[in-house]
C-alpha cells in the first residue's frame, strides 16, 4: 500500500556528508534506514515515529548520523557525516503503517521498502 522513493546517495570522500531522503505515498506509523554491503547482510541504521522524540540508532553510526521525518510531506531523511569507507552500502528505507512491541531493528518488521541507493566513500 506503500510507496517508497528513495533520492540522494553518491560519492563522497570520507570525511565528507551526504543526505539521503525517502518519500513516503501516505502517512506512515515508523520509518527507517538499513543499508547492505557486498557480502554482508542488511544491517540496521536508524529508526524514527512520526511522533518524532527518540530516535534509535545502530551502533557503527551513532554520533554521525541522524534520522529526522518531516510528517507533512511524508519524508524520512538521514543526513550522513564523517562518512568512512566503511559506509560503503546500499541504503534503504523502510516504513510500516501500525507500531508494534516486536522491535524496530530487524527487516522483518517493515513491509515496504524503497528502492535503494548506493552510497560510495573514498578512503
Known amino acids: 500500500q506503500v510507496q517508497l522513493v528513495q533520492s540522494g546517495g553518491g560519492s563522497v570522500q570520507a570525511g565528507g556528508s551526504l543526505r539521503l531522503s525517502c518519500a513516503a505515498s501516505t502517512r506512515t506509523a515508523v520509518m527507517a534506514w538499513f543499508r547492505q554491503a557486498p557480502g554482508k547482510e542488511r544491517e540496521f541504521v536508524a529508526v524514527?515515529?512520526?511522533?518524532?522524540?527518540?530516535?534509535f540508532y545502530g551502533d557503527s553510526v551513532k554520533g554521525r548520523f541522524t534520522i529526522s521525518r518531516d510528517n507533512a510531506k511524508n519524508t524520512l531523511y538521514l543526513q550522513m557525516n564523517r562518512l568512512e569507507a566503511e559506509d560503503t552500502a546500499v541504503y534503504y528505507c523502510?516504513?510500516?503503517?501500525?507500531?508494534?512491541?516486536?522491535?524496530?531493528?530487524?527487516?522483518?518488521?517493515?513491509?515496504?521498502w524503497g528502492q535503494g541507493t548506493q552510497v560510495t566513500v573514498s578512503s
Open positions: 524514527s515515529s512520526r511522533f518524532g522524540g527518540n530516535a
Open positions: 523502510a516504513a510500516r503503517q501500525d507500531f508494534t512491541d516486536s522491535g524496530y531493528a530487524t527487516r522483518t518488521a517493515y513491509g515496504y
